[in-house]
C-alpha cells in the first residue's frame, strides 16, 4: 500500500475546490459548486493514478476509473444543464442574505471547505483500490459484485433524474409530488444510485 496516494488526493481536492471558491465570488453564485462536486471525485481518481501510474493492479485500477469517471461525468453534466440559466439556488441565496458582507468567508468553510473533507472521505475506497500495488487471486467475486451493484446503482441514478425530469417540464405536475416510475418505490432513487455506485467501488476496490 503506497499511503502518498491519501495526500496527494487531499491537494487534488484542496486545489478544486479552492479554485470552486474563488471563480464563485467573481461570480457571486455558489451554485457552481454542484456540478464540481462529482467532477472532483474523477479528479480523485486520476490524480491517484498518476501518482500511483507504476505500482498499480491495471484490472482493479482501470475498472475503478471507469465507475469514477461515467458516472462523475454523467452527474456533472445533468447538475449543470439542470442549474443554467437559473442563478443561484436557494440555499445559497438564504446562506448570502444571512451573512451578508461576510458570506465570502462563511462560504468558504461551511461550503468548499466542508465538501472538499467529505469527497476526500466518500472516496477513500477508490483512493484505497488504486493505492494497493498487490494483485489477489480472491479479486474476482468482488470485482463482480462490485461491478452488479455500481450498474444498478447508476442505472437507478440515472433514470431516476430523467423521469424526475421529465416530471418537472410537464405543466400538468405542477403542485404534484413525484410517485412515477422509480420514484414509486423509493424517495430519493438518486440518493440511491450514488450510496449504490460506491458501495460497488468499495466492493472493487
Not at 442549474?83 to 441565496?93: L, S, V
Request: a positive charge.
Amino acid at each position: 500500500m503506497h499511503w502518498s496516494v491519501f495526500a496527494w488526493s487531499a491537494l487534488a481536492i484542496a486545489i478544486v475546490m479552492i479554485s470552486t471558491w474563488v471563480v464563485s465570488l467573481f461570480l457571486r453564485n455558489a451554485s457552481i459548486v454542484d456540478p464540481i462536486w462529482s467532477l472532483g471525485f474523477v479528479v480523485v481518481g486520476w490524480v491517484s493514478f498518476a501518482a500511483m501510474h507504476q505500482h498499480v493492479d491495471a484490472l482493479r485500477t482501470g475498472v475503478l476509473l471507469a465507475f469514477v469517471t461515467i458516472w462523475g461525468v454523467r452527474l456533472s453534466l445533468h447538475l449543470f444543464i439542470r442549474n443554467f440559466g437559473h442563478g443561484e439556488d436557494y440555499r445559497y441565496k438564504a446562506m448570502r442574505k444571512k451573512h451578508g458582507a461576510k458570506f465570502w468567508l462563511v462560504s468558504l468553510g461551511t461550503v468548499y471547505v466542508f465538501q472538499g473533507i467529505l469527497m476526500w472521505i466518500v472516496s477513500l475506497p477508490l483512493q484505497f483500490g488504486i493505492g494497493i500495488a498487490t494483485k489477489t487471486s480472491w479479486w474476482v467475486l468482488p470485482l463482480i459484485l462490485g461491478a452488479i451493484v455500481w450498474a444498478i446503482g447508476f442505472a437507478f441514478e440515472s433514470i431516476g433524474d430523467a423521469q424526475l425530469k421529465a416530471f418537472r417540464a410537464d405543466p400538468a405536475s405542477a403542485g404534484q409530488v413525484m410517485d412515477r416510475g422509480l420514484w414509486r418505490y423509493t424517495r430519493h432513487p438518486n440518493y440511491f444510485g450514488d450510496a449504490s455506485v460506491w458501495c460497488g467501488i468499495f466492493l472493487v476496490s
